[in-house]
């Protein structure tokens, strides 16, 4: 047995307790409700959270296909980029599966003699990670740069209800036919 076909055997539990530890970053109310609620409407993060890591294990079991992965990795961190969350702290989330399957599947992996196998996946959730930071940064520049106009557009609005700018009217000459302007 291949360690894929175990971890696709397995593949329910697996992502169920994934989901627990990522769940597990959030206090303690937030969790009780991403854990309870179960609507994806009443409870978007939750179902996204829930949806996507299937997806994504689906996609370490094929291998590493970019085009693929980004936009699912996308959709998770765009929700943990607004967060309170450190940058390391949000990117936690894909470096939880190497524990949660250590600890699921020691024993198989052991008598089995996958180390070796285990290794080489372990490589693709590292890759895994690569990937998201690269689009975890640009969530978190996207957010600055909203927050930078945001502040100069009320500074703007500020300075011109004191008085102290105005709008400058738009100047067009007036040319009449056979002006040269050269």
Do not use: H
């Amino acid at each position: 047995m291949k360690l894929e076909k175990l971890l696709s055997k397995n593949s329910s539990a697996i992502q169920k307790a994934w989901l627990q530890s990522i769940f597990a970053t959030y206090p303690a109310d937030t969790q009780r409700f991403l854990k309870k609620q179960k609507d994806q409407f009443a409870n978007p993060v939750g179902y996204t959270f829930s949806k996507e890591i299937e997806n994504l294990f689906k996609e370490l079991l094929l291998g590493i296909d970019t085009e693929r992965v980004s936009p699912i990795l996308d959709r998770i961190i765009r929700v943990r980029a607004v967060q309170d969350f450190s940058p390391s702290q949000a990117m936690s989330f894909i470096f939880l599966l190497k524990k949660v399957i250590r600890e699921k599947l020691e024993k198989e992996i052991r008598e089995n003699g996958f180390s070796d196998e285990l290794l080489s996946f372990e490589y693709r959730i590292d890759n895994l990670a690569l990937i998201g930071f690269d689009i975890f940064m640009k969530r978190r520049e996207k957010i600055y740069e909203i927050r930078a106009n945001e502040s100069k557009n009320q500074v703007s609005r500020l300075l011109e209800r004191a008085g102290l700018i105005c709008e400058i009217p738009k100047w067009e000459p007036n040319l009449k036919e056979g002006d040269n302007i050269s």
